[in-house]
């Protein structure tokens, strides 16, 4: 399937990063997946308990603002692809600590694509990066967000078109490594694709993002802080499906292309708690709206974008892709991981689970 040998991914044993690791790893058994990840507050590798053992995976811990460590990494594996996903994901700590976004998502960014041109003969003529799936021999696949577009109003669709208009530190540090991946195809020729989806969930997900903080909460009857009045409109895909949405825009797209991935599935956040009450009282046999009482409104986060909303027609159209799960089917399948794997969320919120790469990979 893939005629890449050596494929690195960062960001690999972060909530996304884990999935697309294991879509890589499991499906190009000839093919070595190098997962390069700092393992921050936000990196586990018991994410990927289940495939580190495949012989075509390797880890390395590795910062991508370390330019030394980095380019021995590079030097040593000469890898002839590149899916990038290491970043800083968390808008409220990019509210608090804006010069880690700065450092990783653009700083960082900068660092692979210097090492690409680097290592990888492209051909400056190639205007735009532009190659065709025969012609080309090395990608620079960077996976972004839908914040870069900004915010919408009640109507309306993001699309690959959309103008820029990012309002967190968070989505202009990756408004910046867009523009930074976009420019070294322009200028370089460096082979690229870009993609920019829309809020994922699913298994794996840190607490601190809405949906695994909400579950968390219900399961220990503690409160659910909601944003405002509860009136923010989110586009929500199940994880596993970008997994397979970037494995698949990795194999079939042109380079110099870029995608927009979305569920074609908006939800307020207030309806989305209720529903994700509602199930989990039944899967709790708690009585019916039991945890309506834990919801609790608090502040609004400065600068909080209303609603997006993402058009991914040109991914359906052009490769065939849709979501494999509606969202109410997906979000079960979610609490069902939760429910069944209380030790790992319990490890992530002690913090018990930094002790993993010492025990595994230090000895
Ligand atoms: P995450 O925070 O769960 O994981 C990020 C990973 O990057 C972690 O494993 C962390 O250890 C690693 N990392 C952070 N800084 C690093 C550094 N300096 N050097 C090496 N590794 C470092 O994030 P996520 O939610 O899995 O998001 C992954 C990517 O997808 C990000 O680029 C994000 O912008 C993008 N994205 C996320 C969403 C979403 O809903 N979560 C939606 C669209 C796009």
Known sequence: LSSFKTIFITGGAGFIGSHVVREFVTNLPKTTIVNLDALTYAGNLENLKDVEHLPNYRFERVDITNTVALAEVFNRYTPDAVVHLAAESHVDRSITDPNAFIQTNVMGTANLLNLCRTIWKFNPEHAHGRFSLEERQNLFYHIST??????????????????????????????????????????????????????????????????????????????????GDGDYTRDWLYVVDHAKAIFQIFHEARTGETYNIGGFNEWKNIDLIRELISQMDKKLRRPEGYSLKLMEFVKDRPGHDKRYAIDASKLNRELGWKPSVTFEQGLSKTIDWFLENREWLDNVTSGEYQKYYESHYNN
């Open 146 to 227: 839908d914040e870069v577009y900004g915010s919408l109003g009640e109507k309306g669709l993001f699309t690959e078109t959309t103008p820029y208009d990012p309002k967190s530190p968070y989505s202009a540090s990756k408004a910046a490594s867009d523009h930074l991946v976009r420019s070294y195809g322009n200028t370089y020729g460096l082979p690229y694709i870009l993609s920019n989806c829309s809020n994922n969930y699913g298994p794996n997900h840190f607490p601190e993002k809405l949906i695994p903080l909400a579950i968390n909460q219900i399961i220990n009857e503690k409160p659910i802080p909601i944003y």
